[in-house]
């Protein structure tokens, strides 16, 4: 059996207060939509070039922070 590469779980975010706030603001919106709903739900938001996609899954999914390119 292969055993999972353990994962740092520190990261930081950096951007303008704007982009932070649709970050804070997309989040916010799927914590509400899971709250109403028994699936995994999803929030988008987008300020410029950014796009910014939240899935909430259950309560045992780990955190993830995936990259939509390799340029990023």
């Keep these: 059996m292969a055993t999972r590469e353990q994962v740092p779980q520190n990261f930081k975010l950096e951007g303008s207060a704007a982009q932070l706030r649709c970050l804070m603001e997309t989040i916010a919106e799927a914590l509400k939509r899971a709250a109403q709903s028994t699936e995994p739900v999803a929030a988008q938001g987008n300020i410029g070039s950014l796009d910014i996609e939240v ?5 045992d ?12």
């Design 55 to 59: 899935r909430v899954h259950n309560p």
């Design 61 to 72: 999914a780990t955190l993830a922070v995936r990259p939509d390119s390799r340029e990023e």
